[in-house]
């Protein structure tokens, strides 16, 4: 065999070997992070099947131990979602739902989270919070398999409210995202919207009064000052003010002053030790990011805890606990889940 030949064939048996191996390291490299995301979705599975088998406590201790052993926002948030899958109560179940939701609302369970505390509260009878969670999961997760339930769900409801307006319209959205082939489920649409027939879905257009006239002060006269009493000159027969009258008079000092703002109470502000809670992330720049989407809504958020994980954003300081409450409510009717908590383990906030 030719020398020249003969070596070709060397340098291409080195190469298939040099391919191999780097393959072979590329595939070793994948394999434990697959195995670790299959062990830790056939742990779920192993205790969902416990729970199902009647042997509720070895099941959610598997759960449990999954949990503590979670290193990262996203094996925190499964775990969580889990747990509350196969919690042994509603409140606890409604418990781990609203931490995910909270404190890990870009996690894939969030919006099945949302969906399962809207069924926790349709079970209640509760429809006002069911109503809320559904359309925060409509808001939120645009291109969801799941937005058609959610989508039927909250149309039933806004019917039974009688808000036929709001209810057909999530009606009709809903019907027109439907396949062809969802035969079933537009039959169950069109069941629901049996209601709707004449009802105008489109929301009347608001026209803004006009802006108010500014009446500008006529400046052209000049203001001539009043005497406080009068007196009357002898040789001309012709009333002339007084003099004392016409001077500045001195201020009392006992009388205080009204043009002067009031004077600040800063015992007040240090009393406002009560806060909602709308998040926490394990990594700074999450929390500053979901406070500049506040902020773009008009919402003053701030982060706080600056030393360590898990990094908070908090709206408002307040008084009361009743104000923190009222509070809240304003923010879940604008679609932001939170909760009431205090100051008291806040530090210095971050700095953008």
């Excluded at 019907?175 to 537009?186: I, P």
């Excluded at 004392?244 to 109470?265: G, I, K, T, V």
Aim: include cysteine; charge should be positive; glycine fraction near 6%.
């Amino acid at each position: 065999m030719n020398r020249s030949v003969l070596r070709l064939l060397v340098m291409l048996g080195a190469c298939a070997s040099a391919h191999a191996l780097s393959a072979q390291r590329a595939d070793s490299a994948v394999k434990p992070a697959l195995a670790t995301a299959d062990a830790r979705d056939s742990l779920f599975v192993r205790a969902r099947k416990l729970v199902l088998e009647g042997n509720g406590g070895k099941g959610r201790a598997l759960v449990d131990s999954a949990l503590t052993a979670a290193t990262g926002a996203l094996d925190s948030a499964t775990a969580l979602y889990w747990r509350g899958s196969l919690a042994a109560t509603a409140s606890d179940a409604e418990r781990d739902y609203r931490r995910v939701i909270v404190e890990y609302p870009f996690s894939p369970h969030s919006g099945d989270a949302l969906l399962a505390l809207a069924q926790l509260e349709m079970a209640r009878g509760d429809r006002d919070p069911a109503i809320d969670h559904l359309q925060r999961f409509l808001l939120q997760r645009p291109n969801d398999p799941e937005r058609v339930r959610a989508g039927i769900w909250l149309g039933r409801l806004l019917l039974e409210q009688n808000q036929l307006t709001r209810g057909c319209a999530v009606l009709l959205r809903t019907r027109a995202a439907l396949g062809d082939t969802a035969v079933e489920t537009r039959n169950q649409v069109d069941y629901y919207a049996a209601r709707c027939a004449g009802v105008d879905t489109v929301a009347p257009v608001v026209r803004a009064p006009p802006p108010a006239r500014t009446v500008r002060p006529d400046t052209t006269r000049r203001r001539v000052p009043v005497a406080d009493s009068v007196r009357v000159d002898t040789t001309t027969r012709r009333p002339t003010a007084r003099r004392d009258s016409l001077r500045p008079q001195r201020r009392d000092s006992s009388r205080p002053d009204s043009s002067r703002p009031p004077a600040r109470n800063r015992d007040s502000e240090v009393a406002k030790r009560y806060t909602v809670q709308v998040a926490a992330y394990d990594t700074k720049e999450s929390a500053i990011e979901l406070v500049n989407r506040l902020s773009a809504r008009g919402i003053v958020g701030r982060v706080v805890n600056s030393q360590s994980a898990p990094y908070r954003v908090r709206v408002g300081h307040y008084a009361t606990d009743a104000e923190a409450t009222t509070a809240m409510r304003e923010l879940k009717d604008k679609g932001i889940t939170g909760f009431v908590t205090t100051t008291d383990n806040e530090t210095a906030p971050v700095k953008k």
